[in-house]
Nanobody, 120 residues
């Protein structure tokens, strides 16, 4: 069994910074892909930043130059450094991972989500 736990969300002022963390735990043989999605009220869930299965990093155009994804493979943790945030960044941010467990079965997992609210 695999669990993704996000942390770091909260209220932040426009122009401010926030760092989200997502730690994967459980029966993990390898993590094939891991990243962040977000969903604002009335909008579809969208990719924010992610490590694809081949190791490449993908960013949404709206966050390029402002957000940075990083990871600590030894800790099965991915981070999202959010700088210069604006109101459009307000959303629930979800961690997502494709995890191969020790049964060698790959499964897609979602975290519970963490609210990020950008407001003055």
């Amino acid at each position: 069994q695999v669990q993704l736990v996000e942390s770091g969300g909260g209220l932040v002022q426009p122009g401010g910074s926030l760092r989200l963390s997502c730690a994967a735990s459980g029966s993990i043989f390898s993590i094939n892909a891991m990243g962040w999605y977000r969903q604002a009220p009335g909008k579809q869930r969208e990719l924010v930043a992610a490590y694809a299965s081949g190791g490449s990093i993908r960013y949404a155009d709206s966050v390029k130059g402002r957000f940075t994804i990083s990871r600590d493979n030894a800790k099965n943790t991915v981070y999202l450094q959010m700088n210069s945030v604006n109101a459009e960044d307000t959303a629930v941010y979800y961690c997502n991972a494709v995890v191969k467990s020790h049964d060698y079965v790959s499964r897609n997992f979602w975290g519970q989500g963490t609210q990020v609210t950008v407001s003055s």
